[in-house]
């Protein structure tokens, strides 16, 4: 399986919930208000024998008139209508913002029409009703009644080789993925595994839903991973999005 990390740059998030751009080049975390957590935003697309995939979607921003996510496909060579299956660990806004886009008359369509989207159904059902400033209803609303889209029960398999579990740690109703094939195991836990640094060591987040059962999938994901020789996805990692490197 290919695996490309399709990030959309670094970011501070505090109490406000904004993601502010952050230029490490001139930019100092200190002179953030105090809390501020550095973060890539960082969708990723994988290519197995069977699909592209698409695992979450970002912010998504527009760069002169395009979705960034479809710029980042682009620039590795795939074309945004080759993408079959998205699969959604939540809908928080930095990584649902490029569910859909919204045309020239403020009409939303979902980013990749050819592509099965893969979302929780208590998940949707519970951004929906809950909204800002966490969750951006009118940008992933079109997910619901939609033809394209497979609400998803508490685990399961997708195609045969994509499994899925709730896992609510960070949110409710959050899920992770196991993509396999061929012998290779790719893991994304989303929020709940988002960066190497949290896998080593305990963390107890205050943004997290339930930090403690965050902390301890992280735990038992990272032993288990271990021994499996998974590969990672880390979807909020500034230096390492996928681990062990190749």
């Known amino acids: 399986m290919k695996i490309i990390p399709l990030s959309e ?17 001139v930019d100092e975390l200190n002179e953030r208000p105090v809390g501020s957590l ?12 069977k699909d592209v995939l698409v695992l979450d979607t970002g912010l998504g921003f527009n760069i002169d008139g395009q979705q960034q996510i479809y710029k980042n496909l682009l620039a590795n060579g795939i074309d945004p209508k ?3 299956k ?3 660990t939540h809908l928080h806004k930095d990584h649902a913002g490029g ?3 919204k045309d020239n008359l403020g009409q939303y369509h979902l980013s990749f029409p050819a592509a099965t989207y893969y979302v929780q ?3 949707l059902d519970y951004a929906l009703e809950t909204g800002s400033p966490s969750f951006i209803t009118e940008e992933f609303a079109i997910l619901r009644n939609n033809p394209n889209v497979k609400l998803l029960p ?15 740690g960070h949110s409710p109703f959050h899920q992770a993925f196991w993509i396999e094939e061929d012998g290779e195991t790719i893991f994304f836990g989303g929020d709940e595994a988002p960066q190497l640094g949290q896998m080593k060591r305990k963390v107890i987040a205050k943004y997290d839903y339930d930090g403690r059962k965050s902390n301890d999938l992280r735990q038992q994901w990272w032993e288990q991973g271990s021994k499996e020789n998974w590969t990672f996805l880390f979807y909020h990692d500034v230096k390492k999005p996928i681990w062990p490197e190749s």
């Open 9 to 25: 740059g670094s970011f501070t998030i505090d109490n406000t919930k904004l993601f502010v751009p952050y230029n490490p080049q």
């Open 38 to 49: 550095l973060v890539e935003v960082q969708p990723f697309a994988v290519v197995t024998s």
């Open 82 to 84: 080759q993408v079959t």
């Open 86 to 88: 998205v699969l959604l």
């Open 99 to 101: 569910v859909a886009f």
């Open 121 to 123: 159904q208590k998940e």
């Open 154 to 168: 508490s685990e399961g398999v997708i195609d045969g080789y994509i499994r899925y579990q709730h896992t609510g």
